[in-house]
């Protein structure tokens, strides 16, 4: 049986229906028949008012959830309590600097800051800290305790007999890390002025890179406050 075909008016282009069937459907927008189709009449070759195009949700599609990217800062889930820093005292390498900034941000630091030295942008920034993090820069110690945030300790970063080992640290809810320099460490005056000390436990009595254990110290502040 050959197939069922209505042919449009000369001089137009309609849409042919084969064996009754309804109408095709092309992104979202229904064909409607030839022009020449009786606007009364009924069954498979009636017309239909061309519809509206509509944008389809992909959840509903897919069953889903629409999920979108949005930059936010590390959370553990609860509400973020307290707030900390990190800096180096007479750094002499900037490399450093851009490395620990790197981390501070990544860990969600407040800011980051020099005592002493100035920060020039190093191959090592690759991540557009600044955008994020901001550093700021202290001329000596006194202009760092002068204008450090009301009750935030000064934590200083040193291998010390009374430093605690950073196994066994109870990190401050509102704390500022300072670490010295790659050669000289933090002077005797500096550790006087600290709150408290930590030190980075290491199965040889050599220092770690400043960068390494500023990074290692936020990696553990920020993993005893989500096992808390």
């Known amino acids: 049986m050959a197939p069922r075909t209505q042919d449009c008016p000369s001089g137009s282009r309609g849409v042919q229906h084969q064996y009754g069937r309804t109408p095709s459907t092309v992104r979202g927008l229904v064909r409607s028949p030839c022009p020449s189709q009786p606007s009364g009449s009924t069954g498979a070759h009636e017309p239909r008012r061309r519809a509206r195009p509509h944008r389809r949700n992909p959840s509903a599609h897919q069953g889903q959830?629409?999920?979108?990217?949005t930059l936010a800062l590390p959370t553990t889930g609860e509400p973020r309590r307290g707030y900390f820093a990190i800096g180096i005292y007479a750094t002499k390498t900037s490399r450093n600097v851009g490395m620990l900034w790197r981390a501070a941000a990544l860990y969600g630091a407040a800011f980051v800051f020099t005592v002493g030295a100035r920060y020039r942008h190093q191959a090592t920034d690759t991540c557009k800290t600044p955008l994020h993090t901001p550093?700021?820069?202290?001329?000596?110690?006194?202009?760092?305790?002068?204008?450090?945030?009301?009750?935030?300790q000064l934590v200083g970063v040193e291998m010390s007999e009374n430093a605690v080992p950073l196994t066994r640290f109870v990190h401050p809810a509102r704390a500022a890390y300072l670490l010295g320099a790659e050669d000289t460490g933090l002077p005797a005056p500096v550790l006087d002025r600290c709150h408290t000390l930590l030190?980075?436990?290491t199965m040889l009595p050599i220092s770690l890179n400043v960068a390494v254990a500023g990074s290692i110290t936020l990696y553990d502040r920020h993993a005893k406050a989500v096992a808390r």
């Not at 550093?135 to 935030?152: G, W």
């Open 199 to 201: 030190t980075v436990p």
């Open 135 to 152: 550093l700021l820069h202290f001329c000596d110690l006194e202009d760092l305790v002068e204008h450090l945030p009301h009750a935030c």
């Open 65 to 69: 959830p629409v999920t979108t990217t």
